[in-house]
């Protein structure tokens, strides 16, 4: 008899123990997130010392390409002018994106430079007087203000008014990158809606009928040993994110993302 109830305790415990196991095995909840998957680039990157952070928006996947370099931080160079046109906008230090401000006659390293420019078009030229005017007109402690607001990176604007983003002060990690580009892409920064519709409008860098993708250069122009490429593009089924730098140029930068964005079959040959 007392065998008997021994056996019958033994087997009440391990119902509850499998039960307890089978609970934590399987754990549903809402905001569950996919962990981050590494991609495997090598054959695209080759030699090319650099990382790439890419987000799905619908799933929430992040995929890494060398993770550890993704959470070093650079100097964003030109790729901050998508926060600059925010702040830019938002405190009316531009009208809109067609605000003009006229060459100054100081002939610069690129033609394309030596001429007017509105907000867009020195968006897509990447014309930097043209945002460095901005920046001394948004003044110091707007930009200071925002940037923490935003978490740009390390915030650190110590390098000049029209300066700290250029190969100075502020630094800023891939991750942190595309985390800044998936909010504004879901409108959620510390702006008004129309600002951030308009940014996105003036990124736009390559448009067809199957994709549009938005999105930011910036290379270290002192060496050309830093380059930047950051956005997002939105495809029919879905929208991801993108932050890339290498030590190389802005343009080997996008080069690769594209060339990333290919081979994962998001954007079509």
Known sequence: MLQMKK?????HLMVVLVTLVGLFAYSPSADAKPGVRPLELQHIFHDTQGTLVLKNLKTDQVYQFNPGRSQQRF?????FKVANALIGLEVKAVADEYDVKRWDGIVRDFPVWNRDHSLASAMRDSAIWYYQAMARD????????????????????????????????LKISAIEQADFIERLVEEDLPFQKKTMKTVKRIMIDDEQDEYTIHGKTGSRLSDMGLGWYVGYVETDRNTWVFA????????????LTLETLKTMKILKD
């Open 75 to 79: 100097t964003p160079e030109s790729s």
């Open 7 to 11: 056996l019958s305790h033994l087997s």
């Open 138 to 169: 948004i003044g110091q402690v707007p930009m200071q203000h925002y940037l923490n607001r935003i978490n740009y990176g390390n915030r650190d604007i110590s390098g000049g008014i029209d300066t700290f983003w250029l190969d100075s002060s």
């Open 244 to 255: 890339t730098n290498v030590a190389e140029s802005g343009a080997t930068a996008k080069q």
